[in-house]
């Protein structure tokens, strides 16, 4: 069974700074893909960021939802079993409750990669709440 146990959540004041964990009970280099979404009250689940595996030289490849882009930064730590989200300059629109997001499945597309549907694996969340 797996398990995703997410991390880091809290209330910070906008412009600060927040990183979130996302421990995985089995090994992270089974999730190809491994991505962070968030939910706001009344919204549906939105993606923010995803890092999966290219078969290349490059080995993982980032997405981001343009909000994010320049201030968030995925990356993952096989060793650990862990994902992480490094939120920087953080404002009110931020806030949600982030969930950690992990499949098996070889060579999501770019569809894929942002569509909450397509992952088989959850956390229970994480709630993120930026201050104005």
């Known amino acids: 069974q797996v398990q995703l146990v997410e991390s880091g959540g809290g209330l910070v004041q906008a412009g600060g700074s927040l990183r979130l964990s996302c421990a995985a009970s089995?090994?992270?280099?089974?999730?190809?893909?491994m991505g962070w979404f968030r939910q706001a009250p009344g919204k549906e689940r939105e993606f923010v960021a995803a890092?999966?595996?290219?078969?290349?030289?490059?080995?993982?490849?980032?997405a981001y939802v343009d909000s994010v882009k320049g201030r968030f930064t995925i990356s993952r730590d096989n060793a650990k079993n862990t994902v992480y989200l490094q939120m920087n300059s953080l404002k009110p629109e931020d806030t949600a409750v982030y969930y950690c997001?992990?499949?098996?499945?070889?060579?999501?597309?770019?569809?894929?990669?942002?569509?909450?549907?397509?992952?088989?694996?959850w956390g229970q969340g994480t709630q993120v709440t930026v201050s104005s």
């Open positions: 997001a992990a499949d098996r499945t070889w060579g999501f597309n770019t569809a894929q990669t942002t569509d909450p549907g397509a992952y088989d694996y």
């Open positions: 089995g090994r992270t280099s089974n999730f190809y893909t």
């Open positions: 890092t999966r595996w290219s078969g290349g030289s490059t080995a993982y490849v980032e």
